[in-house]
């Protein structure tokens, strides 16, 4: 019965083990990034006398239109305003946000917008808005270079522009195939790409292939870099230690949501197997109690019983 009680005792330690190792995993499931940075921001301005009041009232129900939307959809264009202060523009959040990031990442655009243009493009890591004056809005070219980011360190790995090629390739065929965005994992490279919402898929691919060459040329070997088009973006990372695992989080395909699942249901059996062994270990303690009590008892109205059981234990 002793070396029963101590086994017992060592149970309360061990679930307490099990429930930190719990506590340890679930942090990676929610983790998220901050997708409200700011990448770069562009504005022309050409008001007119007098415009000023009426393009602020106009600017200011297109972000609360942007906005609203922004917790339902990804991609919106509209339009707001009367023919002599209109505003037509649009709004993109990255593929991989849940409704609720994208909602966050819209809402502190307006915040990064105190400066009023006639046509202007706030990028940040989750999202970006692009607007015009209705009277200067300017046909676009897909492939526009708006903005460019290479990290000063280079790799010095042979083999680092076979596998940056790779990735690339990966994604130029991913965004044609899927829905213009894509996540690729390609052994130590990630790149992530999308196309504005609306682009063909044809003139999605070479947006992106466009985007590519452009990484290639500008960036060369840097660990990472970005590049930013009209109508689409590319950006890659290179982790020599292994792509980081609240990295891989978002859509990157069936292959990452199964995980999620696993990682779910793993957190879900685990707290199911805790509250078994607490169960199981109350269950065992109250029963330990009842027959220490029966037996004190029986001592207590047999004293020639504790004694035989003395001289028990002596012998």
């Known amino acids: 019965m002793g070396s029963t009680l101590k086994s017992m005792s060592l149970l309360p330690q061990t679930l307490a083990l099990l429930a930190l190792s719990l506590i340890r995993i679930l942090p990676f499931a929610e983790t998220t990034s901050d997708y409200s940075t700011l990448v770069y921001k562009n504005c022309t301005s050409k008001l007119v006398t007098g415009s000023t009041k009426s393009h602020s009232e106009s600017l200011h129900s297109f972000f609360e239109d942007l906005i609203s939307k922004s917790s339902r959809e990804k991609f919106y264009k509209t339009t707001v305003g009367d023919d002599n202060n209109g505003i037509s523009g649009l709004f993109q959040c990255r593929g991989d946000l849940s409704n609720n990031d994208c909602y966050k990442c819209m809402a502190s655009l307006p915040e990064m917008s105190h400066t009023l243009c006639d046509k202007a493009r706030i990028q940040l890591h989750g999202c970006y808005v692009h607007y015009e004056a209705d009277k200067f809005i300017e046909e676009r070219s897909n492939f526009n270079l708006l903005h460019k980011i290479c990290d000063e360190k280079k790799a010095a790995v042979l083999g680092f522009e076979e596998v940056r090629d790779a990735a690339f390739a990966a994604v ?100 199911a197997a805790l509250f078994i062994g607490y169960v199981f270990f109350m269950a065992l303690n109250r029963l330990g109690k009842k027959e220490d009590g029966g037996l004190a008892l029986a001592e207590a109205q047999d004293p020639s019983r504790r004694t035989h059981t003395g001289r028990s234990a002596d012998a």
């Open 172 to 271: 130029e065929s991913g965004v044609t195939d899927g829905d213009g965005y894509c996540k690729e994992n390609y052994e130590l490279m990630q790149v992530i790409a999308q196309c504005e919402g609306g682009l063909g898929a044809c003139d999605c691919g070479e947006c992106v292939r466009v985007a590519a060459e452009i990484a290639q040329e500008e960036c060369g070997t840097s660990f990472s870099g970005q590049i930013y088009l009209d109508s689409c973006f590319i950006s890659y990372g290179y982790y020599p230690d292994g792509i980081p695992d609240n990295l891989k989080k978002g859509r990157e395909g069936s292959k990452n949501n199964n995980n999620t699942g696993k990682l779910v249901a793993i957190v879900v059996g685990g707290g």
